[in-house]
């Protein structure tokens, strides 16, 4: 069956400093994967998808196929990119989530 | 557009109570969803619909209900709330084909079940 796991539930990181979430993924077929983002006191929204190739705020993110992963990276993280942020692998209409990692950029 | 409405914010019920959570969206959207959220852990797909008509399960459908009589409704029914159910619930619309079919989140809804 298709599984998303977010190993770590909390980051924290300085401002400044290079930011890793990681992802990884089980599926038997073409996964499509996207990061989602919830920040403080707003609702869930997609941040990006891994079929568009985008940088978006400054995230990317690269599916690996091999590794099966698809870990968000930024170079320097801003005090704004804390937040909750999960994976999810689309499966014809339906997201799989992973349990989510929890952000935290302290100045 | 107000996107992707739930109400209400917050409930707490007794258990044995039965509530219906309402979700509304003003985009037009065929796909809509409710999952619910337990603390640390992520997502999990209650139910769905792929147009108005048509519901389907997703992971954790037991306990719950689903209609779709609109496009723009999508209400969630417990029937016989139990501590188990003490969650948020998020629902969730989509356009088929649009985006990757990117998924539009609603507020959430805070249940206790007592």
């Known amino acids: 069956a298709q599984r998303v796991t977010q190993p770590e539930k909390l980051l924290s990181v300085f401002k400044g400093a290079p930011v890793e979430l990681k992802c990884n993924y089980s599926?038997?077929?073409?996964?499509?994967l996207f990061w989602y983002v919830q920040y403080s006191r707003q609702r869930l929204q997609l941040l990006l998808r891994?079929?568009s190739r985008e940088s978006i705020k400054g995230f990317t993110a690269d599916l690996n196929k091999g590794e099966t992963s698809f870990h968000l990276k930024k170079p320097f993280a801003q005090e704004e990119d804390s937040a909750m942020y999960y994976c999810?692998?689309?499966?014809?209409?339906?997201?799989?989530f992973g349990g989510g990692t929890r952000l935290m950029v302290k100045p | 557009n107000a996107g992707v409405t739930q109400t209400p914010k917050f409930r707490i019920l007794k258990i044995g109570q039965s509530m219906t959570l309402q979700c509304a969206q003003d985009?037009?959207?065929?796909?809509m969803y409710w999952y619910r959220q337990d603390p640390g852990m992520g997502l999990k797909l209650i139910y769905y619909?792929?147009?108005?008509?048509?519901?389907d399960k997703g992971e954790v459908p037991n306990g719950y209900n689903v209609s779709r009589s609109t496009t723009e409704d999508f209400p969630l029914r417990l029937e016989l709330a139990a501590p188990s159910q003490t969650s948020v619930y998020f629902c969730?619309?989509?356009?088929?084909?649009?985006?990757?079919?990117?998924?539009?989140f609603g507020p959430g809804t805070r249940l206790t079940v007592l």
């Open positions: 969730a619309s989509s356009y088929p084909g649009v985006n990757n079919n990117e998924q539009f």
């Open positions: 599926y038997s077929g073409s996964p499509e």
């Open positions: 891994h079929i």
């Open positions: 999810a692998l689309k499966i014809g209409n339906m997201l799989t």
């Open positions: 985009m037009n959207h065929n796909y």
């Open positions: 619909s792929v147009g108005a008509g048509i519901t």
